[in-house]
């Protein structure tokens, strides 16, 4: 039955952290999601990211990182997400081991655990997406939070809106130019980096995130096409 159920992940056997799991009936393949820096896994956009994955036959599991845990607005050093990431990742495969895995998150969340993937793989991670990756604080454009991606050695898919004030379109692009066929961009055209558009405009924010969720599905697939494919041509 799909349901959404509350579970407990511990990080180095000792502090715990919330997480949220969510199974379809039939799923094809796992994401592991993390939160922006401003709002836990509960925030309407995790919870309508993981219910329309869950409608395309993909498991989520959603988790806080600790701070958030603790009602804390300050987000966690580098070394503390990162280990959140991992247990997150580790719970996950443990719970689901046969379907492919894939991880990323929100803004913060996604650039979180893209520097988990570039400092040491994430055991079993197919690919990252990202929703809206942070590339720069607004106002102040720069690439240097992209710096890590060239690390990466997983397949990258970049979900970004066109009106996104953390993401200038003119320094996005040639970063992923730079990291060539891992990674891939869909661009949400009026959309800004909440995945919201403009009242007068002809989509709705509802519209915008399932172009988004069905770009994610059809992406997954072709990562998982592409695994099987290697694997079976190095038997």
């Given at each position: 039955m799909d349901t959404t159920e509350r579970i407990t992940i511990t990080i180095d056997g000792n502090d715990r952290v919330s997480g949220l799991q969510r199974v379809?009936?039939?799923?094809h393949a796992c994401c592991v999601l993390a939160h922006g820096a401003g709002a836990g896994m509960s925030h309407p956009f995790m919870a309508a990211v993981s219910d329309g994955l869950a409608k395309r036959g993909i498991a989520t599991l959603r988790f806080q990182f600790p701070y958030m845990e603790r009602g804390s607005k300050r987000p966690d050093t580098p070394m503390i997400a990162d280990a959140t990431i991992r247990a997150a990742v580790a719970e996950a495969a443990r719970r689901w081991p046969?379907?492919?895995?894939?991880?990323?998150?929100?803004?913060?969340g996604g650039r979180m655990t893209s520097q988990a993937q570039a400092l040491d793989p994430l055991p079993g991670v197919c690919g990252l997406v990202f929703f809206g990756f942070p590339l720069h604080p607004a106002g102040k454009p720069s690439?240097?939070?992209?710096a890590h991606l060239s690390r990466v050695r997983v397949p990258m898919l970049f979900v970004q809106g066109t009106r996104d004030k953390l993401a200038a379109p003119e320094l996005l692009l040639p970063v992923i130019d730079r990291l060539g066929p891992r990674a891939s961009?869909?661009?949400?055209?009026?959309?800004?980096h909440s995945f919201h558009v403009l009242a007068r405009g002809v989509r709705t924010n509802a519209e915008v995130l399932c172009e988004a969720l069905d770009a994610c599905v059809a992406w997954f697939d072709r990562c998982i096409e592409s695994t099987q494919v290697s694997v079976a041509g190095s038997v």
């Open positions: 379809p009936d039939v799923a046969r379907l492919p895995l894939f991880a990323g998150g929100k803004s913060f690439d240097s939070r992209a961009l869909h661009k949400l055209d009026g959309a800004d």
